[in-house]
């Protein structure tokens, strides 16, 4: 089946550490969307990526990193920079790496709790 | 800049109509999406409604845009248990790239 996937489903980690998400997708998009969501609050975008080796800031891109080396993985790294880095993050990917018509279809996201 | 608001909760009784609103402030929004998420989940798309259209119909789902009012309405008739989730409206705000502006999302409870 194709879709896209998120591991781990639960995260925990020490306050100062680094600690990455992964999102896979085999639904050969071209975009993919890293975003996080907070009790209350919509969902605000970290970073983006429109094709392989190039990626783009979002919204609240401040103490996270990312890489894009193959078409199908997207990993966040929340750094130890990320000043309060308790949320629901959720990614998400395109067909196309542009235009109006592009749904967005996401993954079933990962809730990362600092102890 | 670009902002989505939607109402925090809506209560409604199982097999009655459900009407969830939302309004946005860029007029220059091409496609709006309704999401659902249920408890724990990702994002699931419901519909989407292009911006020079005013009415969609989808089986029990018909979404109503008016743009002159930057209002976006989500009804989903004879509502079940199974539609209690969190609905979302977003926006498409252009440019190179298909990114998306959220509301804050609806809590729909169906009361059996």
């Known amino acids: 089946d194709g879709g896209i996937t998120q591991s781990p489903k639960y995260l925990f980690r020490k306050e100062g550490q680094n600690v990455t998400l992964s999102c896979e997708q085999n639904?050969?998009?071209?975009?993919m969307y890293w975003y996080r969501q907070d009790p209350g609050q919509g969902l605000r975008l970290i970073y983006y990526?429109?094709?392989?080796?190039?990626?783009q800031k979002g919204d609240i891109a401040e103490g996270y990193s990312v890489s894009r080396e193959k078409k199908e993985s997207f990993p966040l790294t929340v750094t130890s920079a990320q000043k309060n880095p308790t949320a629901f993050y959720l990614c998400?990917?395109?067909?196309?790496?542009?235009?109006?018509?592009?749904?967005?279809?996401f993954g079933p996201g990962t809730r990362l709790t600092v102890l | 800049g670009e902002d989505v608001e939607q109402s925090l909760f809506l209560s409604v009784r199982e097999g009655d109509s459900s009407v969830i609103n939302c309004t946005y402030t860029?007029?220059?929004?091409?496609?709006l999406y309704w999401y659902k998420q249920e408890p724990g989940a990702g994002l699931q798309l419901l519909t989407y409604?292009?911006?020079?259209?005013d009415m969609k119909q989808d089986q029990r789902l018909t979404v109503l845009l008016n743009k002159k009012d930057k209002h976006l309405s989500l009804r989903i008739a004879d509502t079940q248990t199974g539609d209690s989730a969190i609905y979302f409206c977003?926006?498409?705000?252009?440019?190179?790239?298909?990114?998306?502006?959220f509301g804050t999302g609806t809590l729909l409870a169906v009361q059996p």
């Open positions: 409604i292009f911006s020079n259209m």
């Open positions: 639904l050969n998009h071209d975009a």
């Open positions: 998400a990917s395109t067909p196309t790496s542009g235009g109006y018509t592009d749904t967005q279809y």
């Open positions: 990526s429109q094709i392989v080796n190039d990626f």
């Open positions: 977003a926006e498409s705000i252009g440019g190179a790239t298909n990114k998306l502006i």
């Open positions: 860029d007029s220059s929004s091409t496609y």
